[in-house]
């Protein structure tokens, strides 16, 4: 069974500049949350959906959006980078929030 | 609000040693509790997942205890080996509410 794959694993992007991130599944698992990893705040949660809604919000701005697909694939993107962006970005698929999530490799993002 | 908290921040072992590393959390609703190895520079990868009806979970070395009315939880390691050092973060869970509180994770480096 495939893992959560997140693409692409690397990006370097400047200041002002959007970017979007990618994340598949595990086949089968209809939720997909999204985290944001720094060194000072540890790992957020950035928000979640299910079955193509938006289920969960955290605290960020607005910049940051997402959306899933009907086949549960899930872009994040976010706007007007700003350097404080800079960080890991992880997406966590389950099936149920009961049975545990599976997080991906992540996506390391560095703003310049 | 949600907290989750993890004492020590970091620990240094030699090899061989058994461990527990613990973690804390402020609301007795959570559903579910996660850990996770992060090994540098990676995603996460799940050890243990005690559902909401259970109080206890076992991986080959790796043992985790989940006591909701005191509002913690512990992850037991047998016979540490130096392969063992890593991130570890425990995360709560709010069933179907869709995203994980994680705590900021104890660093593990388990010394040949």
């Known amino acids: 069974k495939a893992g959560v794959t997140q693409t692409p694993r690397y990006l370097i992007k400047t200041r002002g500049q959007q970017v979007t991130l990618s994340c598949s599944p595990i086949s089968g698992h209809r939720s997909v949350s999204w985290y944001q990893q720094t060194p000072g705040q540890g790992l957020q949660f950035l928000f979640e959906?299910?079955?193509?809604?938006?289920?969960n919000k955290g605290n960020f701005p607005g910049r940051f959006s997402g959306r899933q697909f009907s086949n549960s694939r899930s872009e994040m993107n976010v706007s007007t980078l700003e350097l404080g962006d800079s960080a890991l970005y992880l997406c966590?698929?389950?099936?149920?929030?009961?049975?545990?999530?599976?997080f991906g490799s992540g996506t390391r993002l560095t703003v310049v | 609000k949600q907290e989750v908290t993890q004492i020590p921040a970091a620990l240094s072992v030699p090899e061989g040693e058994n461990l527990v590393l613990n973690c804390s959390f402020t609301d007795s609703a959570i559903y579910n509790l996660q850990w996770f190895r992060q090994d540098p520079g990676k995603g996460l990868t799940s050890l243990l997942l005690?559902?909401?009806?259970?109080r206890e979970q076992t991986s080959g070395r790796l043992n985790a205890s989940l006591d909701k009315s005191s509002g913690r939880s512990t992850l037991y390691i047998a016979a540490s080996q130096p392969g063992d050092s890593a991130t570890y973060l425990c995360?709560?869970?709010?069933?179907?509410?869709?995203?994980?509180?994680f705590g900021k994770g104890t660093k593990l480096s388990v010394k040949p």
């Open positions: 966590a698929s389950s099936d149920w929030g009961d049975y545990g999530y599976t």
């Open positions: 995360a709560g869970g709010r069933g179907s509410q869709g995203n994980l509180i």
């Open positions: 959906y299910f079955s193509e809604t938006q289920r």
């Open positions: 005690i559902q909401s009806s259970q």
